[in-house]
């Protein structure tokens, strides 16, 4: 879910200037506006589409990159709230953190007008920010500023940098864009610190920096219980619960569900809390509420590429295949560079039987990551499907580590006529799902109907229902399932699911 809600700012403005200054400056300039359209800028054209670069940490300490990280976000996340203005999602720009800033090519990849980079130095509770806006079409600075800021102040800083940005950019804000540019989502400073860390931690995306990110937004929230943004937090680490933490799915998704609940009560217009309670109600197999969830969500944020991404998972698993690639490939164009979009793109066209297509979008997301981790697994599955098992276990082989191979692997085995190798990584999958793994049940499942065993697959389909393993939608997308989909059972299943036939 990766770029997720807020990270305000730093400083107050320059020592000549009052703390408050920013907070003014930031309602003067887009107060009372309405309609959204854009000026041209020192006679070039408008500028519809930015870039927040991850400020450089001029400490080069771990302590130090939650602070640089974090501003960078908080400005993007702000100013997703122009509905007019694209920009560059957190998942995109840190690709290019701690690598040389060469403007240019970062506006042609991400296909951006304007470029912001800062630089951040702490030292003690102090803090000197410099900021640079480059018209990247010109190579014109359009503005620069340095701050100087207690790291107490870190909450007023990121307004005034949006404020600046909005000026120069000439942007004038309906009432409600400006209501959302100016809100404070927090006014404590330690909340809002425990905050920036528990999405520095979440973003890693490790089980170790998921409890970490636990403990911070719960810090954030004993701080200040009305932080909404810090209750989406807790949402989005007990959402992936099953897969970083090692707990159930009935265990981890009902606490999800409560903090976006919760963070919703407190502010109903968090594009992001929605999102998350779309997921939340796909892994509970809530279909219609997950869809009004993620509608609602792009309806508040349009610009949020991940609510658009796993709207499409949701359509996909509806079997609504025209509307779940048209979702994804409209997240594609607001996060041109994340590969797991691309993969998901590649996995909609394998969804539709369009396999060259599929393998073409996974080598564009090869290009842009060459170690995606995963990205063998996508490609053997495509073959899986095509029943091309020797090119399967051959792309499946370069990437036995990643745990979505082994099933991969057991099911080219099975095609192959190789039923005792078939049988080994059964047995592996079940060691697996007694280790607590519950998503080897549906994979269990998959190998066993590829070896042609109804009663088994139909055994492990009914224990894969048991512990909700989100892997049972795949029935009724793609040829695996084909053999039994003529049998009561399979339809009984579906409409346990709550899914049609």
């Not at 506006?33 to 080069?60: H, K, L």
């Not at 990121?158 to 959302?180: P, T």
């Not at 409560?258 to 594009?271: Q, V, W």
């Not at 512990?467 to 399979?490: C, E, K, M, N, S």
Request: proline residues 4%; charged residues 25%; contains cysteine.
């Amino acid at each position: 879910m990766g770029g997720l809600p807020e990270r305000q700012s730093l400083s107050p403005h320059r020592a000549a200037k009052p703390l408050a200054a920013g907070v003014v400056a930031l309602l003067v300039l887009v107060g009372g506006f309405f309609g959204y359209r854009y000026f041209s800028i020192g006679g070039s054209s408008a500028i519809n589409s930015i870039a927040v670069m991850p400020f450089e940490n001029r400490n080069s300490d771990a302590d130090t990159d939650y602070l640089s990280d974090g501003l960078a976000e908080s400005v993007i996340f702000r100013l997703t709230q122009i509905p007019d203005l694209r920009v560059s999602p957190t998942s995109s720009v840190m690709r290019y953190k701690g690598a040389s800033t060469d403007i240019a090519k970062i506006a042609s990849e991400l296909g951006v007008d304007a470029v912001m980079t800062g630089r951040l130095t702490k030292r003690g509770d102090n803090l000197n920010i410099t900021v640079e806006l480059v018209d990247v079409r010109t190579n014109k600075s359009l503005w620069g500023e340095q701050y100087e800021r207690k790291l107490s102040e870190l909450l007023t800083t990121q307004r005034e940098i949006v404020a600046e940005i909005v000026n120069k950019l000439q942007l004038k804000l309906s009432g409600e864009s400006e209501q959302k540019l100016a809100k404070k989502y927090t006014v404590n400073p330690e909340a809002y610190q425990a905050y920036l860390k528990g999405r520095y931690y979440w973003n890693k995306r490790t089980g170790e920096n998921i409890k970490k990110a636990i403990e911070q937004f719960n810090l954030a929230v004993e701080k200040d219980p009305n932080y909404a943004l810090a209750y989406v937090g807790l949402a989005d680490c007990y959402a992936l619960g099953n897969e970083h933490l090692q707990m159930s799915v009935k265990e981890s998704v009902p606490q999800a569900k409560a903090y976006a609940t919760k963070a919703l009560e407190l502010d109903g217009s968090l594009g992001e809390a929605y999102a998350t309670l779309g997921m939340v109600n796909h892994l509970l197999w809530n279909w219609a509420e997950s869809e009004k969830a993620y509608k609602r969500s792009i309806e508040l944020n349009p610009n949020y590429a991940t609510s658009r991404h796993w709207y499409s998972r949701l359509l996909s698993d509806l079997r609504r295949q025209d509307e779940a690639l048209a979702e994804i490939k409209r997240a594609n164009e607001l996060d041109p560079l994340s590969p797991v979009i691309i993969v998901n793109i590649a996995q909609c066209y394998q969804e539709m039987g369009e396999y060259q297509s599929a393998f073409d979008y996974c080598n564009k997301a090869l290009e842009i990551d060459p170690t995606f981790a995963g990205m063998h697994y996508n490609i053997a599955s495509i073959y899986v499907d095509q029943k091309r098992s020797a090119e399967a276990l051959a792309e499946a082989e370069k990437d036995r580590e990643y745990p979505g191979t082994l099933v991969i692997l057991g099911m080219a085995y099975a095609q192959n006529g190789k039923r005792n190798e078939a049988l080994a990584v059964i047995k592996q999958l079940e060691e697996r799902f007694a280790k607590g793994d519950e998503s080897a049940s549906s994979s269990i499942a998959n190998v066993y109907v590829e070896l042609g065993e109804k009663e088994k697959t139909f055994e492990w389909l009914e224990k894969a229902f048991q512990v909700r393993d989100l892997g049972l939608t795949w029935l009724r997308i793609g040829p695996t399932f084909a053999p039994i989909r003529d049998d009561p059972r399979y339809k009984d299943l579906l409409k346990r699911m709550n899914l049609p036939e």
